[in-house]
């Protein structure tokens, strides 16, 4: 019997479970491997870009994602220093907390016939172990943080750049708020990595958490390397982060995963060559990769205060999301 062994229950491998059952050839078995405990909370913006939903209806998960309570999110907020540019997104977007949300793609693999387990002594067929570990000098090294808050609600999803950082606030289900950031260690350190005094040093952060109150401990992650691109994992098929990790900050990550994850599993349960699936998702990421590069390089040297104004921001969302 064929066994399509998925290392990862994140949501790129539950995605490449529920595309395998799909795909599979009747007697093939599909296995999920999770090394950890869920649901968990996980660093993550939890903003779910539109398209999520063709994903999820594809994988038949839709239901049970709109069951869960998703936030709808209608526009976005950025912020440079004193200046703010709003648009309307083209379609709505979701915030649905890790937590909801990785438990909730599990509970469809399994419900759907996979097995999930802890460990496993066979070759994966598809990696999907999230981002790969870095080393990268200290001090240079970036980390995540996020913490849920409470408070009035917003559909905008706002991010505030200031000194090398980033910080998105978004609602998530059940009235929540996410607040998420990313920051290069030398930043954090000089506030002892205390992530209530450095949402505190942006001035119009400070003001729109001002009437919500914190209602989970800070979660942090680390250290980032975004830009990592297309992995190669010999004669399994890698997805999500594990194939690549876009810097969060384009909210494509979640989608990329979904997206990735459901190729292979289909790659898997087909027996595609792996390199004909790298060439397919490449074709899918390459363009937000070199958009998010641009987008970084002009936050770095301090010149997207001014090119905002002039952007378009619509165009710059779609050119982030996989194709
Ligand atoms: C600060 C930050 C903010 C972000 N914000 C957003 C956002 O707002 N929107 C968005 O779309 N994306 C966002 N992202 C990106 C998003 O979090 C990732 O793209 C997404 O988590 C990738 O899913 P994945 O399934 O590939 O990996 P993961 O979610 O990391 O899942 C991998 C799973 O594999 C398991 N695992 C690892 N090793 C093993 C092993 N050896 N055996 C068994 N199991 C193993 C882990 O326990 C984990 O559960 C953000 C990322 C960061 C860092």
Not at 96 to 105: I, P, T
Not at 265 to 291: N, T
Request: glycine share 10%; aromatic share 8%.
């Amino acid at each position: 019997m064929k066994c399509i062994n998925i290392l990862g229950g994140g949501p790129a491998g539950s995605a490449a479970a529920l595309a395998a059952l799909r795909h599979r050839t009747c007697d093939s078995a599909v296995t999920v491997i999770e090394k950890s405990r869920l649901p968990r909370h996980k660093v993550c913006g939890e903003f779910l870009s539109p398209e999520i939903a063709r994903e999820l209806e594809r994988l038949g998960a839709w239901d049970a994602f709109v069951e869960a309570g998703p936030a709808r999110v209608s526009r976005t907020m950025l912020h440079f220093g004193s200046r703010s540019k709003s648009s309307r997104l083209p379609e709505p977007a979701f915030g649905l907390s890790r937590y909801a949300f990785d438990l909730m793609l599990l509970d469809q693999a399994r419900a759907a016939g996979a097995d999930v387990a802890s460990e496993t002594e066979k070759d994966p067929l598809v990696v999907a172990t999230g981002r790969r570990a870095t080393r990268t000098s200290r001090g240079q090294r970036l980390f995540g943080f996020k913490a849920h808050f409470e408070g009035p609600t917003d559909d905008a999803v706002e991010l505030f750049f200031f000194e090398r950082c980033y910080v998105g606030v978004s609602s998530i289900e059940a009235g929540k708020t996410n607040v998420c950031g990313l920051a290069p260690e030398s930043f954090l350190s000089r506030f002892g990595f205390e992530y209530d005094g450095v949402v505190m040093q942006c001035r119009a952060l400070s003001d729109r958490l001002q009437p919500l109150r914190r209602v989970t401990q800070w979660f942090s992650t680390g250290p980032l390397q975004y830009g990592q691109a297309f992995a190669d994992a010999g004669h399994a098929y890698p997805a999500g982060d594990a194939l690549s990790f876009v810097d969060p900050f384009t909210g494509s990550g979640l989608l990329a995963a979904v997206r990735s994850g459901a190729m292979a599993g289909k790659a898997a349960a087909i027996g595609q060559p792996v390199g004909d699936y790298l060439r397919e998702c490449r074709a899918s990421l390459r363009q937000p990769f070199q958009i998010a590069g641009v987008l970084r390089r002009a936050l770095e040297g301090g010149w997207a205060e001014k090119l905002a104004p002039l952007a378009p921001a619509r165009l710059l969302f779609a050119l982030t999301r996989p194709k």
